[in-house]
């Protein structure tokens, strides 16, 4: 477990996605645009920049197979981008939302033939192509959801779909369109699922916001993460509930390299690992320990000065920086130095590699193979 790449963008990251081949990524700047930089070497150039959006862009989302980007914002709309070869530039087209409220977050489904936009709404907009209106068009995943949706993820079927918000409720709901999707396999979830099934209702033991939510690889269990600083495992086979719960600040995202290991990571800055013996989930490791350890070992006297950690923290963790006697007080134990905004999965599939964004501007690569 550790490192594969690091890059530090000159500013905060509150979003990112990958495409394909990792040859490209986009980001937001913590600001209404997305830039898209292509790797040149062990840079990243920059290629594009997206500006449809009217305010803070709050989730990319970039489609392996279709080389699709989908972007979503608190001026109410989405966008999908798709690249226009003879010009060589992204075109946008808007989607319909029907929503009154910012949107949250945004993921494609596994056949990247819809996507789920979740908004302060009280609503996931599930949107697909209208092959009449030649646009991409909604509906609204409405009942029983009480308050903003802060999270979405698909199952591996391409129907059902996981969201959780400030209701402090995860759920699983079909978001099943006729003429768009096959029937659906019975699965443990269900075996009618007309759209806005209700399939499942979760929460963590102490309640708090969801905050991000994820299908394990076989679709047979789901994990959230809370603001209570916990992770909850759902497995509808069994019945089974299983919350961890934690010492550290709040993960804000997770994900499933594989059937038996999630990620989780937020406030705390570390990626945490938590592995499973069938009964119950622990946490086994926070990557990056062993590389900051060897960082440690061969500093050299010009990057341990106080001096230079008292400017790197004004810079990457935003914070003022204050006298101290000791030269390591201004730089965390961990790769990143603020809040880590987003996991992703590997776009190509490889269950062993995540990559990780924060507000201190890293953008890292990492491997979790034991």
């Given at each position: 477990?550790?490192?594969?790449?690091?890059?530090?963008?000159?500013?905060?990251?509150?979003?990112?996605?990958?495409?394909?081949?990792?040859?490209?990524?986009?980001?937001?700047?913590?600001?209404?645009?997305v830039?898209?930089?292509?790797?040149?070497?062990?840079?990243?150039?920059?290629?594009?920049?997206?500006?449809?959006?009217?305010?803070?862009?709050?989730?990319?989302?970039?489609?392996?197979?279709?080389?699709?980007?989908?972007?979503?914002?608190?001026?109410?709309?989405?966008?999908?981008?798709?690249?226009?070869?003879?010009?060589?530039?992204?075109?946008?087209?808007?989607?319909?939302?029907?929503i009154?409220?910012a949107?949250?977050?945004?993921?494609?489904?596994?056949?990247?033939?819809?996507?789920?936009?979740?908004?302060?709404?009280k609503?996931v907009?599930v949107?697909?192509?209208?092959?009449?209106?030649?646009?991409?068009?909604?509906?609204?995943?409405?009942?029983?959801?009480?308050?903003?949706?802060?999270?979405?993820?698909?199952?591996?079927?391409n129907?059902?779909?996981?969201?959780?918000g400030?209701?402090?409720?995860?759920?699983?709901?079909?978001?099943?369109?006729?003429?768009?999707?096959?029937?659906?396999?019975?699965?443990?979830?269900?075996?009618?699922?007309?759209?806005?099934?209700?399939?499942?209702?979760?929460?963590?033991?102490?309640?708090?916001?969801?905050?991000?939510?994820?299908?394990?690889?076989?679709?047979?269990?789901?994990?959230?993460?809370?603001?209570?600083?916990?992770?909850t495992?759902?497995?509808?086979a069994?019945?089974?509930?299983?919350?961890?719960?934690?010492?550290?600040?709040p993960?804000?995202?997770?994900?499933?390299?594989?059937?038996?290991?999630?990620?989780?990571?937020?406030?705390?800055?570390?990626p945490?690992?938590?592995?499973?013996?069938g009964a119950?989930?622990?946490?086994?490791?926070?990557?990056?320990?062993?590389?900051?350890?060897?960082?440690?070992?061969?500093?050299?006297?010009?990057?341990?000065?106080?001096?230079?950690?008292?400017?790197?923290?004004m810079?990457?963790?935003?914070?003022?920086?204050?006298?101290?006697?000791?030269?390591?007080?201004?730089q965390?134990k961990?790769?990143?130095?603020?809040?880590?905004?987003?996991?992703?999965?590997?776009?190509?599939?490889?269950?062993?590699?995540?990559?990780?964004?924060?507000?201190?501007?890293?953008?890292?690569?990492?491997?979790?193979?034991?």
């Amino acid at each position: 477990m550790g490192i594969l790449d690091e890059y530090n963008f000159p500013f905060c990251v509150t979003a990112h996605s990958f495409n394909r081949d990792k040859s490209q990524v986009a980001v937001c700047p913590n600001s209404n645009e997305v830039h898209i930089y292509t790797r040149s070497g062990a840079q990243w150039v920059a290629a594009h920049v997206l500006k449809e959006h009217d305010l803070l862009v709050t989730s990319i989302d970039w489609a392996p197979q279709t080389n699709r980007i989908v972007t979503c914002s608190q001026d109410k709309n989405a966008y999908v981008w798709t690249y226009d070869e003879p010009s060589g530039t992204w075109k946008p087209t808007l989607v319909h939302l029907r929503i009154h409220r910012a949107a949250t977050q945004a993921k494609w489904s596994p056949l990247e033939n819809k996507f789920a936009v979740a908004s302060g709404d009280k609503c996931v907009s599930v949107c697909y192509f209208g092959e009449d209106n030649d646009w991409w068009v909604s509906k609204h995943l409405k009942r029983p959801i009480a308050s903003t949706v802060l999270c979405v993820a698909w199952h591996p079927n391409n129907v059902l779909l996981a969201c959780g918000g400030t209701d402090m409720k995860a759920r699983v709901l079909s978001a099943y369109v006729k003429g768009v999707d096959e029937k659906p396999a019975p699965t443990s979830w269900g075996e009618r699922l007309p759209f806005n099934t209700l399939c499942g209702e979760f929460e963590s033991p102490a309640g708090g916001w969801i905050h991000s939510v994820a299908f394990s690889p076989d679709g047979e269990s789901v994990a959230f993460v809370t603001h209570d600083s916990s992770l909850t495992v759902a497995t509808p086979a069994t019945g089974s509930v299983v919350s961890t719960r934690t010492q550290g600040l709040p993960f804000v995202s997770l994900v499933w390299p594989d059937q038996h290991t999630i990620v989780a990571a937020g406030h705390d800055c570390s990626p945490v690992v938590f592995t499973t013996d069938g009964a119950s989930w622990r946490m086994v490791k926070r990557l990056g320990e062993d590389d900051m350890q060897r960082r440690s070992a061969t500093a050299s006297p010009s990057n341990s000065n106080s001096a230079f950690n008292l400017f790197r923290q004004m810079d990457s963790r935003n914070q003022p920086a204050k006298a101290s006697s000791s030269a390591s007080d201004g730089q965390l134990k961990s790769v990143h130095q603020n809040t880590i905004t987003q996991i992703h999965p590997d776009p190509a599939g490889v269950p062993t590699e995540i990559s990780t964004s924060g507000l201190d501007g890293k953008l890292v690569q990492w491997s979790v193979r034991a």
